[in-house]
């Protein structure tokens, strides 16, 4: 379960936060969000895929990890995860942007705050980077957290329109993914979405300039060269079975 | 030959059926060869506003004018309908309903499972035992979830919807994105060719706007077809004897009352109350027969209805508009190079939300064989009439279904059983449908407005059963029941209600796939 709160540096001043990555703090996940600004990276070892998120039926761009819940089939034997890059969405645990209002000469304004998830795997007071320093300041860790926050929260701002930019040309198509567990019993794991391809070949010079000059045509190609790690993620699947 | 081409469409009257035609003909440059669509309305008119239920046939059209689901629901108040359901029709006791679903019977496109529910007839009503979306129904259930792709679900849906902001919406859309053009004046003469077909049409204040087709969307005065061509309606007085309504908007007391997913239709002794729940209000109506009641009794049935369903409604701030209408259908629908789409073809009463699925069709039919010469006219305005009658026959056929076989006691209910009052076809069919099931060879067209399943629903919903021996129930057939109870199970686990997901797509929307 997650306990959000607001982190400030007298409650939290001897919290650290382990940054090493692997099952036992919370990465055997079988996706993580990703932001077009990321694709580049992401795309060099994961398969990216779209979905729409369960909560809110917003289209929403994921790396993936896994095929079931709770399935990361990058761990090593031991259980650690060592991305070459690792997305934002992954960075900032176990940090969350929150709102607050706060009241400049009686105006009120919203303003973008720090929380932490106090129950997350993660927090510890002994292992890990320190939070605050010693006197309260920020360290050095925290204002890359800030950072990364920020970069989130400006994601978040675009990426419905980045969406409605692919679906206004119909680029986006469902797909699903099959496989044979160890029973031999087809899987199909359902719920993707991806590039049309050959939506993407019928555009007109008109329609690719605007998705060029919006940045989108970058990512675009990006995910379409992320879905050759999609057979090498099911070997992987194989291989453990 | 150049001259007599079709290139330009000029629709009168700026209602629903006026901008659904302009927007699904503009839609489809392809159908017409690039044909110019004009829409003349006059500012003098008061759309008449109560066509507030759809079919599914809704959400194709929709699509196909391109507006999408998500602003179509936002901005129309509109909400999901899954049928409609029949309370106190049987008989004046009680508060027994039936339903007509939109899903078709399980297992309909192979086999005919009607027969086999009369073995269970006691247990579970015909409706709840061949399509899970009762149960839905039952829970005010929506269609779909947050995750369905826009005009896609779980159970067959079509809409309940405000008919004012859904003529808004059209009008913006066909005049912004469709290139339709909008002239707002009143027409004070039609002027015809030498062979009597419309050549253009004088309006008050922008001069004279000459057109190849013209389609009439004036409402119930025909401005072309009746007033100008005389072209009379055939009466239907005799068979269907509703010709008067009350309407009121009712808001709900509780902003997140929950919505009704079908459309409530409940006897009363000289008519019905139409009962249609949006997002912001109701919508409710009593029709009834001006030979069997007046309006005061009408506005009295339904003040007693709201006190009975929405108590504490401040019943003197609402509005009754009464409205009054002859029930029949034109002789011809279209008559030289003019058609008439909506009330000026007909309306016989709001049982079945069939009058915007009449203008659906018509238009399809239309853009189906769009005249792009007027040399093909005469043949294609013959079909188009022959179709026409079709239709409003069955449909007239079908509405009557719902009061024949009522128990009702009073004079209006014991009228509608007098066997001169009942059309022949149907008459014949219900002297079949004693001894076996309606079924596909009773309806062959390709498209018919209503199945052989919609009388299925009606007929056993009214607890008019066969007489034929109950039939023993093979496996298979046994495998078809449960699948529909496992299916409304799952749909009753994973469906969220109607008003939670309206909720979701006023702040979400809903993807296009």
Not at chain 1, 144 to 160: F, G, R, S
Request: aromatic letters at 10%.
């Amino acid at each position: 379960m997650a306990n959000h709160v607001l982190l400030d540096n007298i409650s939290h001043k001897d919290l650290k936060v382990i940054t090493t990555r692997g099952a036992n703090w919370g990465d055997n996940i079988s996706c993580a969000t990703v932001f077009p600004s990321e694709f580049a990276k992401v795309q060099a070892n994961q398969p990216i895929v779209f979905r729409k998120h369960p909560q809110t039926g917003q289209f929403e761009a994921l790396a993936l990890f896994g095929f079931e819940n709770g399935e990361n089939l990058l761990l090593n034997e031991q259980g650690e995860l060592q991305l070459s890059y690792l997305p934002l969405s992954m960075q900032r645990q176990p940090f969350l942007i929150g709102q607050q209002t706060q009241y400049n000469n009686g105006i009120p304004e919203q303003s973008l705050v720090v929380h932490i998830d106090l129950d997350s795997p993660r927090i510890s007071t002994h292992d890990g980077e320190a939070i605050f320093l010693e006197h309260g300041g920020n360290s050095e860790y925290l204002n890359h957290i800030a950072q990364v926050l920020n970069a989130l929260h400006q994601e978040h701002q675009t990426i419905n329109l980045f969406f409605e930019r692919l679906l206004s040309v119909n680029l986006l198509e469902a797909f699903s993914i099959e496989y044979a567990d160890k029973n031999g019993e087809k899987v199909t794991v359902s719920g993707f979405y991806t590039i049309n391809q050959q939506v993407l070949n019928g555009l007109t010079a008109e329609q690719l300039k605007q998705l060029q000059q919006q940045g989108d045509l970058q990512a675009i190609y990006m995910v379409l060269a992320s879905m050759e790690h999609i057979p090498h993620l099911l070997n992987k699947k194989w291989a453990q079975q | 030959m150049q001259k007599n081409e079709v290139k330009k469409v000029v629709i009168l009257g700026g209602g629903t059926a006026g901008w659904l035609s302009a927007g699904l003909i503009a839609a489809q440059p392809h159908l017409t060869h690039n044909a110019q669509i004009t829409l003349i309305e006059s500012p003098d008119i008061a759309t008449i506003g109560v066509g507030e239920g759809t079919w599914p046939t809704m959400r194709q059209t929709l699509k196909t004018i391109g507006i999408s689901e998500s602003e179509f629901i936002q901005r129309c108040d509109a909400s999901f309908k899954q049928g409609s359901r029949f309370d106190g029709w049987c008989d004046d006791e009680g508060d027994a309903h039936y339903y007509h679903p939109f899903s078709l019977p399980v297992a309909y496109q192979q086999l005919n499972i009607a027969p086999y529910w009369f073995a269970n007839k006691d247990a579970v009503s015909f409706s709840h035992a061949v399509a899970s979306q009762t149960y839905l129904c039952d829970h005010h259930k929506a269609p779909k979830n947050h995750l369905h792709s826009a005009y896609q679900g779980e159970a067959n849906y079509g809409y309940h919807l405000d008919a004012g902001k859904f003529a808004m919406l059209l009008q913006q859309h066909c005049t912004t994105k469709l290139n339709v053009e909008h002239i707002v004046s009143h027409v004070e003469c039609i002027n015809s060719d030498e062979d009597g077909y419309i050549s253009s049409l004088q309006t008050r204040d922008h001069g004279t706007i000459a057109g190849d087709l013209f389609i009439d969307c004036s409402g119930t005065h025909a401005k072309l077809l009746h007033q100008h061509y005389g072209i009379e309606l055939i009466e239907q007085h005799d068979v269907l004897f509703n010709d008067r309504a009350v309407a009121v908007q009712v808001p709900y007391l509780n902003p997140q009352q929950e919505i009704l997913s079908y459309t409530k239709a409940t006897a009363q002794d000289a008519g019905w109350i139409w009962d249609i729940g949006l997002q912001s209000r109701r919508g409710l109506g009593m029709v009834y027969s001006s030979r069997f009641a007046n309006s005061e009794d009408a506005k009295q049935a339904l003040s007693q209805y709201i006190a009975k369903t929405q108590p504490g409604t401040a019943q003197n701030e609402l509005i009754f508009r009464e409205i009054s209408f002859t029930p029949g259908y034109r002789r011809r629908f279209w008559y030289k190079n003019c058609l008439a789409i909506g009330m000026s073809a007909g309306f016989i009463e709001p049982l079945e939300a069939s009058a915007l699925v009449m203008v659906e069709l018509g238009l399809n039919n239309l853009l189906a064989n769009f005249p792009t010469h007027r040399a093909a006219m005469p043949t294609l305005a013959k079909r188009f009439d022959e179709q026409c009658h079709y239709r409003w026959k069955r449909i007239i056929e079908f509405l009557k279904l719902h009061y024949v076989l009522s128990k009702r006691t009073s004079p209006y209910w014991q009228a509608h059983k007098e066997a001169n009052s009942i059309p022949l076809q149907l008459q014949e069919n219900l002297a079949l449908w004693q001894y076996q099931s309606p079924w596909l060879n009773d309806f062959d067209r390709a498209q018919e407005v209503f199945s052989a399943a919609s009388y299925q629903y009606v007929l056993y919903g009214m607890k008019q059963l066969p007489q034929f021996p109950v039939l023993a129930m093979p496996a298979a057939i046994i495998e078809h029941f449960s699948a529909n109870q496992q299916q409304a199970k799952r749909g009753l686990q994973q469906l969220p209600t109607n008003r939670e997901l309206l909720n979701h797509i006023q702040q979400f929307g809903i993807q296009p796939i």
